[in-house]
């Protein structure tokens, strides 16, 4: 609940599964990340500075189409939706949701650190060349 206040990160979660009588229970917890909502930092860059925060966050998602050679599968259409997904999929590993509110308040604080230094993130920390160090010094 507290993750839905969060505007760029989206839970997914199954609405038919969700009613009155039921509590959501997760091994691990998948997000849809909008890198709009942070200043433009991609995905990985975010994940990769989360994960230097202590947060137990990894890119969620890899399309078969962008990992693979055509001749291994037969697509219909352009695969927009997998596309989407493998750019802004994050997962948020099961440690942290062992750790209960505590982890979430975690969460919640650095990924607003991330939201208020994305600008120098996205300038100094590409996803290619990461250093962590330089990432924990910016978030200090």
């Known amino acids: 609940e507290a993750l839905s206040s969060m505007p760029g990160l989206h839970v997914l979660a199954h609405a038919a599964l969700l009613t ?22 991609s995905r990985d860059v975010f994940a990769k500075a989360m ?4 947060i137990a966050v990894d890119a969620g998602f890899r399309g078969l189409h962008l990992t693979h050679s055509r001749r291994r599968f037969r697509a219909m259409g352009s695969l927009e939706q997998a596309t989407s997904a493998d750019r802004d999929m994050l997962i948020w590993h099961h440690p942290a949701l062992l750790e ?10 650095a990924t607003q ?3 208020e230094h994305a600008d120098e993130l996205k300038a100094r920390c590409s996803a290619e060349s990461y250093s962590r160090a330089v990432c924990q010094r910016l978030m200090q």
């Open 20 to 41: 009155e009588h039921t509590q959501p229970a997760f091994y691990k917890v998948g997000l849809r990340y909008e890198p709009r909502e942070f200043g433009g930092l």
């Open 113 to 115: 650190r991330l939201k």
């Open 51 to 54: 994960r230097a925060e202590g």
């Open 100 to 109: 209960g509110s505590s982890a979430v308040e975690q969460f919640l604080q």
